[in-house]
């Protein structure tokens, strides 16, 4: 699965996510300090799953309506590990994404919700 690892994604989950396959793009190792804007605009060019603990992209896409990706995960739990963060994530990755795609994804310790993207008119 492709995905775009925002700036606060650990490089161990990072690495850990690709010895499992995936595509990580890392904005910690290509355009770190780039804004969101920038990092929106990059998982929509390159239809890539945004994975963030950040949590303002809700308003970035829902309420100022910026570029809208694949879909994005938010991590809204703090992690004991990069392992731990990877294991609660997995699930989500399995049949390339097709869980995720087209939403935008809370992700709790221990449930999940998934809310649908707003189609993008750019």
Do not use: C
Not at 6 to 31: C, F, K, S, Y
Not at 97 to 108: A, E, I, T
């Amino acid at each position: 699965m492709k995905l775009l690892a925002n700036e606060n994604i650990p490089m161990g989950m990072v690495r850990l996510l690709r010895d499992m396959g995936h595509d990580v793009l890392a904005i910690v190792e290509t355009t770190p300090g780039v804004t969101d804007v920038v990092v929106l605009e990059l998982a929509r060019r390159e239809q890539r799953t945004l994975l963030t603990f950040d949590r303002d992209y809700g308003e970035l896409i829902y309420l100022k309506r910026l570029p809208v990706p694949l879909s994005v995960i938010y991590l809204r739990f703090i992690p004991t590990s990069p392992e731990d963060a990877v294991q609660q994530v997995a699930p989500l990755l399995a049949d390339d994404g097709k869980l995720v795609q087209g939403y935008f994804v809370v992700m709790d310790r221990d449930s999940y919700r998934r809310r649908p993207l707003p189609v993008d008119v750019v």
